[in-house]
């Protein structure tokens, strides 16, 4: 068990995915039995191969890691829940994870129907709001490289798959301060997100307001705009 836990240990440290050896140094144990480890790691689902002979963390540890953020410690809950509270919509938290994003806070609205969303849910960059809101904000280069390792998959007819309109997209939204997406991700959805900024303007998260078309028009969604840029301010102070 404890080895297990040694190896779980390194294959969650940073710069993954990482190599056999690399774990193996990390924790101390053994490459045949690293890899005996890691193998029931990826079948539980808690790592994942790369293809390449490298591991990274598994759907299950990053939804299990998703729920521990979205206790909150920090303040963090109750800035979305007053943001929840001020628009009426569902918000959102959400994260930059490998070549996807990743919910860690969910507030619902006071309603009988709920948006099909829980904490630890992937999200496509190209596809989402929240994704949009990160990549516009990354460096060039890691922008870049993390379209080219994802393909601007279609998920609804809305979805942007061409390359240009989504950098034109892009680039307003770093214009602008907040992304858009109607009804790219899922039909009858749309979303306006707006990036949590590092000291640096690094993009740490993305804070995102989501309803119902039948609610909120394509041309009413930019009024949630100046909410959630401040409410992503005000998460940025707290981490």
Avoid: W
């Avoid at 628009?87 to 948006?115: F, M």
């Avoid at 630890?120 to 379209?147: D, Q």
């Amino acid at each position: 068990m404890a080895k297990a836990l040694r190896v779980l240990d390194a294959l969650a440290q940073p710069d993954a995915p990482h190599r056999l050896g690399e774990i193996a140094e990390r924790s101390g144990v053994a490459k045949a039995s690293a890899h005996r480890i890691l193998g029931t790691l990826i079948a539980e689902g808690y790592a994942a191969p790369d293809g390449e002979g490298r591991y990274g963390i598994g759907d299950r540890l990053q939804a299990m890691a998703a729920r521990v953020l979205s206790e909150d410690t920090v303040g963090i809950g109750a800035v979305l829940r007053a943001l929840q509270q001020r628009l009426g919509q569902t918000v959102h938290l959400a994260v930059l994870n490998g070549d996807h994003a990743t919910y860690t806070h969910k507030v619902d609205p006071d309603r009988a129907y709920r948006i099909a969303t829980e904490v630890g849910m992937r999200l496509p960059l190209h596809a989402t709001a929240a994704g949009k809101a990160l990549l516009a904000h990354l460096p060039a280069e890691e922008a870049s490289a993390l379209l080219d390792e994802a393909p601007l998959t279609p998920r609804t007819a809305q979805t942007v798959t061409d390359p240009a309109e989504l950098e034109r997209q892009l680039k307003a939204a770093r214009a602008d301060g907040f992304a858009i997406d109607y009804e790219e991700h899922e039909q009858s959805i749309c979303s306006l997100a707006a990036p949590v900024l590092d000291s640096g303007g690094y993009p740490v998260g993305a804070v995102s307001v989501s309803a119902l078309t039948f609610l909120v028009t394509r041309e009413q969604l930019p009024s949630f705009a100046d909410a959630v840029r401040q409410a992503a301010a005000d998460v940025a102070r707290r981490l």
